[in-house]
């Protein structure tokens, strides 16, 4: 059974169900094992790094004013087992750190976020823009029952980890990977739940915190708290070459200002998301995501893409296209210019070898939500190395 749901076969020989996601962040390469460590099969160690540099030049960003910009991101993670059970799959503690910086004048002065956002929908999800901080975005306790065909996760969450892996040449630009309508936060506290139902089918549920700064929570606008419950429904089809998600989620939070707490603001929404692999060239995938409040950025979400192995000898270089519709809506921070925003995107990925891969981009935003311009750009090229 190819692992197209949640795996890595990146760790220790006796490491449970290839479908539990083994983990990754923004940078492209994550499902491929070849730098992952398995240190010591002995005592279950294994651990990963990733370093990525961005350079990008965006056209447009506010009225008579371009800019270029650097980021470096490093990400690692530890897995350690902590009791062995072979039968079952023991315990486990996972720990993932990011830490970003910027590499030139403009990004290095701020505090918080790399330039901000240039009024786009979708600007949250976006890699071109993060939080000038390091974090600890997994500290979670693993345990396994079942014979291996359930995971517990609990501690700190990193929700994107879990959910809505549309697995494409998303290292570009992460709408493409998780939804913006999608509610998946960062480094808050909470709980996880994975099923291996059967041969072609998995299930997640997730309550997490939402308590977080606003770059690590796609709600919080508003210095909100509260909690988000996200279930996911996998299925496996066509031998195992496609893979269909159904995510509905749940919202609740306190909206904290000068005069007091705001009532309690509620949203529902559902994602649901297909992927498949046409043959050994060619994948495709789509999705499409709603929410009910009117207090998000972005309430609708339709999306397409593909990538494409263009040249054969080289089968891990690959080109992705991909082209996503967002309704914007009117919040308490943003007034709405263009209800509907396009984003396009086109990537190349050229992988040099196991530790290293670079890839040019360019992306443009149509009707960007809330900017009173017709087209917003972002050309650069990222560079990830693989330890």
Request: net charge negative; charged share 20%.
């Amino acid at each position: 059974m190819a692992a197209i749901g949640f795996g890595s076969t990146a760790m220790a020989a006796d490491q449970p169900q290839h479908r539990f996601y083994d983990g990754g962040l923004m940078l492209p390469g994550e499902n491929d094992p070849a730098y992952k460590k398995a240190l010591y099969n002995a005592t279950g160690t294994a651990f990963g790094v990733e370093l990525g540099v961005g350079l990008w030049a965006i056209d447009n960003q506010a009225p008579s004013y371009n800019s270029d910009n650097a980021v470096g991101m490093l990400w690692a993670h530890v897995d350690q087992r902590l009791i062995k059970n072979d039968i079952n799959g023991g315990t486990w503690l996972r720990v993932d750190m990011m830490g970003s910086w910027g590499l030139d004048d403009d990004t290095a002065d701020r505090q918080r976020f790399f330039d901000g956002g240039f009024g786009s929908a979708t600007w949250h999800n976006t890699d071109l823009f993060g939080p000038a901080d390091f974090y600890v975005l997994n500290l979670t306790l693993k345990q396994y029952f079942y014979q291996k065909r359930v995971c517990f996760n609990g501690g700190i969450i990193w929700m994107s980890q879990y959910f809505d892996r549309i697995s494409h040449a998303r290292f570009a630009n992460d709408a493409f990977e998780k939804s913006p309508v999608l509610p998946l936060v960062w480094q808050a506290p909470g709980a996880v739940v994975q099923v291996d139902v059967d041969q072609d089918n998995f299930a997640t549920v997730a309550l997490v915190g939402t308590g977080v700064p606003a770059g690590q929570n796609p709600f919080n606008f508003d210095n909100t708290i509260g909690y988000a419950v996200v279930g996911e429904w996998g299925h496996e089809f066509a031998d195992d070459k496609g893979i269909w998600r159904v995510a509905p989620f749940f919202t609740s939070e306190d909206a904290a200002t000068a005069d007091g707490r705001e009532k309690e603001r509620n949203s529902v929404g559902l994602m649901t998301g297909v992927e498949y692999q046409v043959n050994d060239f060619a994948k495709v995938y789509g999705r499409l995501a709603w929410a009910s409040s009117e207090y998000q950025r972005c309430r609708k979400e339709a999306m397409v893409g593909t990538t494409l192995r263009v040249v054969p000898s080289r089968p891990q270089d690959y080109l992705g296209v991909g082209f996503g519709l967002y309704k914007g809506a009117d919040t308490d921070t943003k007034h709405l210019v263009n209800e509907f925003e396009k984003v396009l995107e086109f990537t190349y990925r050229v992988k040099i070898n196991d530790n290293f891969s670079f890839a040019p981009y360019y992306q443009v935003y149509f009707n960007p939500a809330y900017r009173d311009v017709s087209t917003v750009s972002a050309t650069g090229v990222q560079a990830h190395f693989s330890f």
